[in-house]
């Protein structure tokens, strides 16, 4: 017999903060921003800014317009779904709206009474996105975590609201001042006509105390300014400054008798020919993260390239044969490496290549203690760790990446967290 389907949760209403309340009503005709062009939102994680402004958005449309199309974007339709539908469909259930979500063309009618409009999803993850959304004509646009999006997507999107009356909504965390958003969007709020509103995490009056501290755990240097603090601050300097040389470091006798027997063990890498080729030897035990050695070669240095198969080969003299790595976590773009490895039947993961989000993981496990490093086993990525600094020349154009050098271990274990530790362990 086929098992019941779950009905999903219905949607508990808390009491809304004062901003919260002025997402609710900018647009109405009462309140004195009701002639604004759009809204923006922003500032730390968990602070009530998306479940305001979703279901803001939605009451606005319903109560302005009937048969029109709306569109709705985060970085992917499946964060979009993730983040926004999914509670936002059960706020408007529970206030006697209907919705009609068409799965396959990501389009949710929604209607209410005798009104319905049609709202459409959209991911807008990179430059190509823009192509999705041309030719569509839209009466507003929401966009869930703006700053993740590329201009060029979200400026096509904003020049498909061509009926009379649109608006369009924007939340999102902050990134870096010379962000493209902050500067053309935030910056310029009152040219644009904007109603700007920035929030923390004490404008979310469902969050206890207990939670809120829970999140202040989980970022630590420039992530905590930004989630925590919700400020455009620029990512300079070392990466992980949080890193302590004794409290992040370990050696044998810090391992208690039976380790291996007790832990899951994992081998990360990153795949270089010209760079380094690099293999962690990393060991899990649920709660500390421990990195027992090293494989570091590089051909520039020795002034002899290796092929797939002589690397092949070394790596299954680095993994030995009495414990097996339960996976080894790779950066999908190494095909010919990972067809190297299969053959010799090694269990491949692919790498979640995540950057900022990989990065964030890994600081927050280095502050907490939970990652440590072999002091004499590990000296290339001790060596790395210290010389690991964000590009300031890419971040004054608005684009925040690592400085790309010295940062081959560095990829490895943010492959390895970003793709194996699960986020609420982060976030413990």
């Known amino acids: 017999m086929a098992k019941p389907k779950l009905k999903p949760p219905t949607f508990k209403w808390k009491p809304f903060s004062n901003k919260q309340v002025k997402v609710l009503t900018w647009w109405m005709p009462e309140s004195p921003h009701h002639d604004k062009d759009a809204l923006i939102a922003d500032g730390a994680v968990r602070s009530g800014k998306t479940v305001a402004m979703s279901f803001s958005y939605v009451v606005w449309a319903t109560e302005n317009y009937n048969g029109e199309q709306f569109g709705m974007a985060g970085k992917t339709i499946g964060a979009l779904r993730r983040n926004v539908v999914g509670s936002l469909k059960r706020m408007l259930v529970s206030r006697g709206y209907q919705v009609h979500d068409n799965l396959t063309e990501n389009i949710l009618t929604i209607s209410h009474g005798l009104v319905a409009n049609h709202f459409f999803l959209f991911g807008g993850k990179d430059e190509r996105s823009q192509d999705l959304i041309q030719g569509i004509t839209l009466a507003g646009m929401f966009f869930d975590e703006v700053a993740l999006m590329p201009r060029s997507f979200v400026d096509q999107a904003v020049a498909r609201c061509s009926i009379e009356g649109s608006k369009f909504w924007f939340n999102c965390n902050p990134a870096g001042p010379y962000h493209w958003f902050k500067v053309e969007w935030i910056d310029k709020a009152k040219q644009k006509l904007a109603l700007h509103l920035h929030f923390t995490m004490d404008d979310n009056l469902s969050l206890s105390e ?24 620029l990512a300079e300097g070392i990466i992980y400054d949080m890193w302590d040389d004794d409290l992040n470091t370990f050696d044998d006798n810090d391992l208690v008798p039976g380790f291996k027997m007790l832990a899951r063990r994992y081998i990360a890498l990153d795949y270089g020919t010209s ?32 092929e797939d198969s002589q690397y092949a080969d070394d790596f299954m003299e680095f993994v030995g044969d009495e414990y097996p790595p339960l996976y080894t976590i790779i950066d999908p773009s190494a095909a010919s490496f990972k067809v190297a490895l299969r053959n010799r039947g090694v269990r491949i993961k692919d790498a979640d290549n995540d950057v900022e989000d990989g990065i964030r993981n890994v600081s927050t496990m280095m502050a907490k203690r939970k990652l440590r490093v072999h002091k004499k086993n590990c000296p290339n990525f001790l060596k790395e760790r210290a010389s690991y600094i964000w590009d300031e020349k890419a971040a004054a154009r608005g684009i925040e990446q690592p400085m790309k050098q010295f940062d081959h271990s560095m990829d490895c274990i943010r492959y390895f967290t970003k793709t194996i530790i699960k986020p609420r362990r982060i976030a413990a």
């Open 210 to 233: 207990a939670v809120r501290e829970r999140y202040r755990r989980m970022f630590t240097g420039i992530f905590y300014k930004r989630y925590i603090l919700g400020l455009w601050v």
């Open 275 to 306: 760079n380094p080729m690099v293999f962690l030897d990393i060991w899990d035990d649920g709660d500390v993260i421990w990195i027992l050695n090293e494989y570091y070669y590089s051909g520039k240095d020795k002034g002899i390239q290796k």
